[in-house]
Nanobody, 127 residues
Framework: QVQLVESGGGLVQPGGSLRLSCAASGFTLDYFAIGWFRQAPGKEREGVSCISNRDASTYYLDSVKGRFTISRDNAKNTMYLQMNSLKPEDTAVYYC????????????????????WGQGTQVTVSS
């Protein structure tokens, strides 16, 4: 059974950091593109960062470039999103996802292209 389980969300002050984790089971994460998405109240889900299978290509949303880093640990079958210099506008429910995508772009790092999803974890940036 394919499953993704996120952890690491919470409340953080502006300028702070959080690391989200997403543990995969039922499949080998290394063979899949992975992505982090977020959805704020009243807004559509957006792709934050994606990386293709074999880590051949990477995408970051412009507003998080230089602040967020996507990575994976194949030995632990786990993916991560390191978030630094957090801003109130980063507040959202964050979701991890996986799919066998060869190349990640602005187009493919989006919800319709990913089939396996985690349950989401809340990130709140507030003083």
């Amino acid at each position: 059974q394919v499953q993704l389980v996120e952890s690491g969300g919470g409340l953080v002050q502006p300028g702070g950091s959080l690391r989200l984790s997403c543990a995969a089971s039922g499949f080998t994460l290394d063979y899949f593109a992975i992505g982090w998405f977020r959805q704020a109240p009243g807004k559509e889900r957006e792709g934050v960062s994606c990386i293709s299978n074999r880590d051949a290509s990477t995408y970051y949303l412009d507003s998080v470039k230089g602040r967020f880093t996507i990575s994976r640990d194949n030995a632990k079958n786990t993916m991560y999103l390191q978030m630094n210099s957090l801003k109130p506008e980063d507040t959202a429910v964050y979701y991890c996802a996986a799919d066998p995508i060869a190349v990640v772009t602005t187009t493919t790092c989006s919800s319709p292209y990913f089939g396996a999803w985690g349950q989401g974890t809340q990130v709140t940036v507030s003083s």
